[in-house]
């Protein structure tokens, strides 16, 4: 019993109050019936009056405000003849009221009611008013609202019949027994507030308290995520570097398919951790959209090829139909579309046995929208589990988890990413008749300015013959990996194993690209890349294109990388492709060198 008071003691405490309240709410009421029935007549005579006379004495103002701002060429003449207007009503309804306030009030109204005629056809004639009669008609107006305002005063300041009525002992008795009940309720009342306010200031205290240590819990969330993150790239990036690299060389078709395994396994791992440190993102409110020009073709094409073999190897198809009408270059965040696009047609091939899939991309009936839908003649999904498939680690089935694998987190983060971008992600299905997941996008076609930005894609191998490239990584097997990347485009590469090596190094020698780790012994690569923009803009060399590779890639720690004046950020594992793409645009007139008479200073080709 005593535990359920204090659970409830607030509620308690309130319908206490309540109870308490709405009986002196009830008596003060009683009381209040009975003073007023006494008082109605007169209050409501005194208010016609009061409100006649107060409009008319107002709307003379305004009429004279109306002439001068007039003559004064603020407001045209037409102002004037509806101020005019008015003030003729205002007299009617002050007229009707005479009789209730007096023969003196009849009087003023019966001046008003002369002046009023005597000067309409000077108002409302044919032709603009004479001055001169206006401002008579100006000076007797104003003569008039204040003889009305005196009279006013008079009347209801000395003579007011409420004033008399209140006066009575009767009045006063049930005044007091109002003015007791009302302190009462408000005694009442303010004993329950100030009683709210030290438990609610209590609970305040508590709350933030509570708030510190989630602030803290989340925190302590987002660097177990950031050094998880690092511990698993890092490997992974070795693995899937040394993977890429075996891939090109001759292998008999066992040691192929084993390599494949080994690319599927990690893609899978790594898709993992992108998806865990997505919701990571969403959670916490940091997820960026960057809209950019790109082809919409290109995009989906390429989304479609990736998941073609894995289509045939199941015996399905992969069909792609885009309408002939859409904008060849569009603007929006190509890469979170890529992601969703990935996600959508990776399921329907996975949840799929027989037949197969079909992307279609349209536009809406009125152009305004673009509709990517990605259809299946898999199993479908029941109305129950489409509610809950869009949910962090929720599927349809649990079996599915053990039977395809997989975080749960693809949907999710698929209707996340396109509500960020404006859109929404819907799905329609029943079971045995397929699903259709809708990807629903805003449709803006690049301006030509915008779509000129669009590049083309550069040499699969760009030719950086004389550049030299500085690889500044604490880790031998990341150095091995970058400079096994680089071998065929005939740079020179370079080496550090931490940030102040690489400071030293570009002391003594020019490099043109540095691919700068971030987490190393010494100095840090944040650390070192500012030494090295500061040590630029010193000397006024020109400024190395500084690439960081890292590990770390959560949305805040990429904007403190770019602060300290790296131009990109790569994530580990490094794609080869991704790494030789960066290079080939941002240098894709390079030359060679820089003569041998010119200073020595990095050089760096403009990327357009």
Known sequence: MVRWLQDNARALRALTALC???????????????????????????????????????????TVSS????????TDLADVRLRFDILWSRVDVAGRDAARLGAVF?????????????????????????????????EALSGLALESRRVWSITFGVRDPVERFASTTSERIAQMRIQWGAFSLIAILLTYVLAEVYFANRGQR??????????????????????????????????????????????????????RVIEQSGAVLLGTINDVLDLSRIEAGQLGVDERAFVLKDLVTAACALYSARAREKGLYLTLDIQDNLPPVLMGDEIRIRQVLHNLIANAVKFT?????????????????????????????????????????????????????????????????????????????????????FCDLPLRAASTDEASQVRA????????????????????????I??????????????????????????????????????????????????????????????????????????HQVSSYRA?????????????????????????????????DAPDTAVRSASS
């Open 206 to 259: 508590r709350e933030a308290v509570l708030r510190r240590e989630a602030a803290d819990a989340n925190a302590a969330k987002t660097r177990f995520l950031a050094n998880v993150s690092h511990e698993i790239r890092t490997p992974l990036n070795g693995i899937l570097g040394m993977a890429s690299e075996l891939s090109e060389t001759t292998m008999t078709e066992d040691q192929t398919s084993c390599l």
């Open 564 to 596: 300290a004046g790296m131009d990109e950020v790569l994530s580990k594992p490094v794609s080869k492709r991704d790494l030789l793409s960066l290079l080939g645009r941002q240098f894709r007139h390079w030359t060679g060198p820089p003569d041998i």
């Open 353 to 437: 046995r027989e037949g197969g899939v079909k992307v279609r991309v349209r536009p809406d009936l009125e152009g305004r929208r673009l509709v990517i839908a990605v259809l299946d003649s898999g199993l479908g999904i029941d109305r129950a589990a489409q509610s809950r498939i869009f949910e962090p680690f929720m599927q349809a089935d649990s079996s599915i988890t053990r039977q395809h694998g997989g975080s749960g987190l693809g949907l999710t983060i698929s209707r996340q990413l396109c509500q960020a971008m404006g859109g929404d992600l819907m799905v329609v299905s029943r079971p045995g008749h397929g699903a259709t997941f």
């Open 20 to 62: 308490v309240a709405v009986a002196l709410a009830v008596l003060l009421f009683v009381f209040e019936q009975a003073h007023v029935k006494n008082r109605a007549n007169t209050v409501h005579l005194v208010t016609a009056g009061l409100w006649s006379m107060s409009e008319l004495h107002f709307e003379s103002q305004r």
């Open 67 to 74: 002439i001068e701002a007039h003559w004064a060429g603020r």
């Open 106 to 138: 009849d009087t003023v109204l019966t001046e008003y009611a002369v002046l009023l005629e005597a000067n309409d056809l000077v108002i409302n004639g044919a032709g603009p008013p004479d001055r001169i009669q206006l401002e008579k008609f100006v």
């Open 482 to 555: 970058l400079s096994r990347f680089l071998a065929k485009t005939q740079a020179q590469t370079l080496f550090a194993d931490t940030g102040q090596e690489a400071v030293d190094t570009l002391r003594d020698t020019s490099c043109e690209v540095i691919l700068m780790d971030v987490q190393m012994p010494v100095m840090g690569g944040v650390a070192a890349t500012r030494i090295i923009r500061d040590r630029e803009a010193a000397e006024g060399a020109t400024p190395a294109f500084i690439v960081g590779v890292t590990a770390n890639v959560l949305s």
């Open 457 to 480: 894609e550069p040499a699969a191998v760009p030719d950086l013959d004389g550049m030299r490239i500085l690889v500044a990584d604490d880790n031998a097997t990341n150095r091995l």
